[in-house]
Nanobody, 113 residues
Framework: QVQLQESGPGLVKSSQTLSLTCSVSGTSITTSQYYWQWVRQPPGKGLEWIGFIANSGSAFYSPSLKTRTAITRDTSQNQFTLQLNSVIPEDTAVYYC?????WGRGTQVTVSS
């Protein structure tokens, strides 16, 4: 069974870089056919897609976040990571990692002004 789990700081200051890691078990992020994605949900709003990294290592991002986002992976740890630069309070959200079928539980990130 594929499982995903997010980890990272719950509080980040404005202008700093947010870094979250998704640990994957039950399949390899390099050989499976999934797209390993990051999605967030700001308070009171719907889900917002951030981007994904494919099994090839290629990454694609939402146009609205592209200039501030990087998704990378550590194949030795079977993990992929989200970096969001120059965060602002509007980046406050619950952040999820997913392969489109399975989802992590989500992690709350608050950006302080």
């Amino acid at each position: 069974q594929v499982q995903l789990q997010e980890s990272g700081p719950g509080l980040v200051k404005s202008s700093q870089t947010l870094s979250l890691t998704c640990s994957v078990s039950g399949t390899s992020i390099t050989t499976s056919q999934y797209y390993w994605q990051w999605v967030r949900q700001p308070p009171g709003k719907g889900l917002e897609w951030i981007g994904f990294i494919a099994n090839s290592g290629s990454a694609f991002y939402s146009p609205s976040l592209k200039t501030r986002t990087a998704i990378t992976r550590d194949t030795s740890q079977n993990q992929f990571t989200l970096q969001l630069n120059s965060v602002i309070p509007e980046d406050t959200a619950v952040y999820y990692c997913t392969n489109g079928l399975e989802w992590g539980r989500g992690t709350q990130v608050t950006v302080s002004s």
